[in-house]
């Protein structure tokens, strides 16, 4: 009985040491597969909105009424609703006659570094597009609410300012790649955008 156990014992400590041999590789994370649409652009160019510009033909214009639970500045507040990727650029407008240009410029600096303790990098570019609007455009690195923010302003009568943001926790890792499809569409809408007056 006792030579039995010890053979049980023996086949059962090899059989572990063999299989202790096997190589692990551990597997990474992942994220769902993301089907993207194909690009096609349709123009917003609503009556009395001072602005007009081309948007995804998948995505859906929305005018933004309120602001934190209050009246927005102006009826030219919108939101540029991607439903699929539960996503939205909020767009606000402020005449320049009301405020100051640099108070304006300021605020859009502010709000973008207001990531900086989740951010590890902000970059921001100047742009003008072929119709001489000019404006800067931001890119925020890290887990932070929103990785792409613009201002587009003629310097004199209108200021506009965009930021995308989604209905979801912050992970860049797993909203790199819906960031960067939309990034592009930002950027379309920023290079087709004109001042109607």
């Not at 023996?10 to 597969?33: E, Q």
């Not at 859906?60 to 500045?73: H, I, N, Q």
């Not at 310097?155 to 890792?173: I, M």
Request: charged share 20%.
């Amino acid at each position: 009985m006792r030579v039995d156990l010890r053979m049980r014992f023996l086949i059962l400590a090899v059989v572990f040491l063999m299989a202790c041999n096997s190589s692990y590789t551990p597997r990474p994370r992942g994220y769902f597969a993301i089907d993207f649409p194909e690009r096609a652009y349709q123009v917003f160019d609503q009556p009395g909105f001072p602005y007009r510009f081309e948007y995804p033909v998948y995505a859906k214009v929305l005018r933004d009424t309120s602001f934190f639970g209050e009246a927005t500045e102006n009826p030219w507040w919108i939101n540029i609703d991607f439903p699929q990727f539960g996503g939205k650029i909020h767009i606000s407008y402020k005449a320049i006659g009301n405020n100051q240009l640099n108070r304006l410029v300021n605020d859009a600096f502010v709000m973008t570094n207001k990531h900086n303790l989740k951010a590890y990098s902000i970059e921001d570019s100047l742009m003008r597009n072929p119709a001489g609007v000019a404006g800067v455009y931001f890119k925020v690195g890290g887990d932070v609410a929103t990785a792409h923010q613009f201002f587009l302003t003629d310097s004199t009568r209108h200021f506009l300012r965009g930021a995308l943001y989604f209905d979801a926790t912050p992970n860049e890792d797993s909203l790199r790649p819906v960031n960067a499809f939309l990034q592009a569409e930002m950027k379309h809408l920023i290079q087709t955008f004109r001042w109607k007056q």
